[in-house]
Structures are given as structure tokens and as C-alpha cells.
Antibody
Framework: QLQLQESGPGLVKPSETLSLTCTVS??????????WGWIRQPPGKGLEWIGS???????YYNPSLKSRVTISVDTSKNQFSLKLSSVTAADTAVYYC??????????WGQGTLVTVSS | IQLTQSPSSLSASVGDRVTITCRAS??????LAWYQQKPGKAPKLLIY???TLQSGVPSRFSGSGSGTDFTLTISSLQPEDFATYYC?????????FGQGTKLEIK
């Protein structure tokens, strides 16, 4: 059974860089059938698509975040990562990693709350 | 592409038939998915390609539409269906979500 698990600091200071990793188990991140992505949800609000990556390294970002976002993949570790720079309180959210198939985002991590505060 | 869901919230009773709509700001063919999210949990994929039921999802859920107008229907509400529902377009980047529809018990 495929599982995704987010990891990283739960507290980040304003103006610093948020860094999260998603570890994939039970399947290969190098499969040609899938993209791997990040989605976030501010407390009490809706879902926001951040971006996604293919195992080859091709990336797609939300234009609203593009200048601050970097998504990378490490196929040797079966992981992909998110970096969001120059964070503010508005970046406080639950961050989810997810697999995207032709069907949509069919497997999700449990989510990790990242709070931006000094 | 913007997705607008209606209503934003809905009160209904067990056994009711419920319909949620999702309208896209431009045509997205059938590249639309529906998710269910319960408090403190990750979203769960219910329907993809506008009308295809994801494996394991009860048949009381159904989806329809193409182009710009889509619907999610729950034929007979069960207690476990009270949750927030989101649509997402996968036609073009960024893969935007609707703002959500909160389904509450009447």
C-alpha cells in the first residue's frame, strides 16, 4: 500500500525558508505514470495547489507562489521536497504531499502543520 | 482557471439527495475531480474525469458534467458523508481547487 509522509519543522520564523520532505513508501517515485505534488490549507480555509514534479525533475508551480517555491526530487531516497522562501504569517498552513495520477490526487500524506511565527 | 462551488454550505438530513455544483471560468473538458475532506484529515478522492467513481467509493456518489459546469450528487446521505467537498480542475496548470462546500447535518 502506497504511503506518503511529510516531515520538517513545524515552526518557521518570518522571512526564513520553509523546508518539507515527503517520503514515499510502498511504491517507486520513479514511475512514469505519476506526478508528485504539494498542496496546502491555511487553518479553517480551503485547499491551495502549490506545485508538482515529475521523477525526471520537470516542475510546475502555482504562479502566485512561483517566485518563492522550489520543488525537487531525490529518486535514490524515494523522496521529494518543498522549499518556500521569505515566508510570512500568510504561509501558515497544513502542508500535504500527494501523488497525482491520471485520476487526480489519489494518495495523500497525513499533512503537517507549519506555523510562521517569531 | 477559477472554480466556483455552490452552495458554500448546505444543511441536509440523513437520507436526503444532495447536489453540489462546480463552475469553471473556462472550459476544462472532463478534467475535474471531487474530494471529500473530514476535519483533521487529508482529502479523499471520490470522483475523477468528472464522472468516474474512484475505487472503493460508495455508489451513492456520482458526478456529471463537462466543459464548464459540473455536479456532485449524493443520492442518499449517510452519517459519514457530512464533510467538506472540493472540486479540482486538472486541465491546465495551476491545478486549482474550488473554495469548498461544507455539508452539515440538519
Amino acid at each position: 500500500q502506497l504511503q506518503l509522509q511529510e516531515s520538517g519543522p513545524g515552526l518557521v520564523k518570518p522571512s526564513e525558508t520553509l523546508s518539507l520532505t515527503c517520503t514515499v513508501s510502498g511504491g517507486s517515485i520513479s514511475s512514469s505514470s505519476y506526478y508528485w505534488g504539494w498542496i496546502r490549507q491555511p487553518p479553517g480555509k480551503g485547499l491551495e495547489w502549490i506545485g508538482s514534479i515529475y521523477y525526471s525533475g520537470s516542475t510546475y508551480y502555482n504562479p502566485s507562489l512561483k517566485s518563492r517555491v522550489t520543488i525537487s526530487v531525490d529518486t535514490s531516497k524515494n523522496q521529494f521536497s518543498l522549499k518556500l522562501s521569505s515566508v510570512t504569517a500568510a504561509d501558515t498552513a497544513v502542508y500535504y504531499c500527494a501523488r497525482r495520477s491520471a485520476a487526480g490526487n489519489d494518495y495523500w500524506g497525513q499533512g503537517t502543520l507549519v506555523t510562521v511565527s517569531s | 482557471i477559477q472554480l466556483t462551488q455552490s452552495p458554500s454550505s448546505l444543511s441536509a438530513s440523513v437520507g436526503d439527495r444532495v447536489t453540489i455544483t462546480c463552475r469553471a471560468s473556462q472550459g476544462i473538458s472532463s478534467y475535474l475531480a471531487w474530494y471529500q475532506q473530514k476535519p483533521g484529515k487529508a482529502p479523499k478522492l471520490l470522483i475523477y474525469a468528472a464522472s468516474t467513481l474512484q475505487s472503493g467509493v460508495p455508489s451513492r456518489f456520482s458526478g456529471s458534467g463537462s466543459g464548464t459546469d459540473f455536479t456532485l450528487t449524493i443520492s442518499s446521505l449517510q452519517p459519514e458523508d457530512f464533510a467538506t467537498y472540493y472540486c479540482q480542475q486538472l486541465n491546465s496548470y495551476p491545478h486549482t481547487f474550488g473554495q469548498g462546500t461544507k455539508l452539515e447535518i440538519k
